[in-house]
């Protein structure tokens, strides 16, 4: 009876401590990439016109203008982006559905010899490969994962892509705005708060990858902030030759 208590126990801290993130979800990077993106095109952009010595109202127009182009270009692109890929999953997956309906033991045959391969015993795969097969769509899920490495019943959403991409991109863009929305006539306060956002946003990242927060931000806030000082001087160069 203590054994069995043991092994119950056992079983539920390993349930616990072995839940995994969602890594195939459609929304994660358009997200990070568009919040990343929107920060540090816009900040590159408002900071290479201000280096022009222009007057602020001329930085506050680019940057909101920086921020529709982006956000909308982002969208259609993750939107498209990803319905095209998700087409073409659902193209490969008639194919798959087509070869099982007319040629069912060839494709049974297939996955058995894949288990083989895998190190299973020829007797056993066979079973496992006859069981798998009798439901059709279960076969196409078996086989789907098998050949080609995706799940049919969890493609990435466009829309979702394309909603995620546009949000963060909007919000990201924001930030260098900001400052001059609240009444700033100067650059320094925008760029501030873009290099803050910079490293929250590589710090945030760091909480689904393997990489410190503190090393994801200070990259993140040296990648915006290099881009930033580029375009300043650009700007500077090119605004006094004009």
Partial sequence: MAIIETEASLHEAHRDNHTHRDVNGGWLRPAVFGAMDGLVSNL???TGVAGGAVAHQTVVLTGLAGLAAG???MAAGEYT????QRELVQAELEVERRELR?????EERELAELYEARGVAPALAREVARQLSKDPEQALEIHAREELGIDPGDLPSPTVAAASSFGSFAL???LPVLPYLLGATVLW???LLALLGLFACGAVVARVTARSWWYSGLRQLALGGAAAGVTYALGSLFGAAV
């Fill in 44 to 46: 590159a952009l408002m």
């Fill in 81 to 84: 982006s990803v319905a095209s």
């Fill in 172 to 174: 990201g863009a924001l």
């Fill in 71 to 73: 956000a909308f270009s």
């Fill in 189 to 191: 306060p925008a760029v």
């Fill in 102 to 106: 007319k040629h069912p033991r060839c």
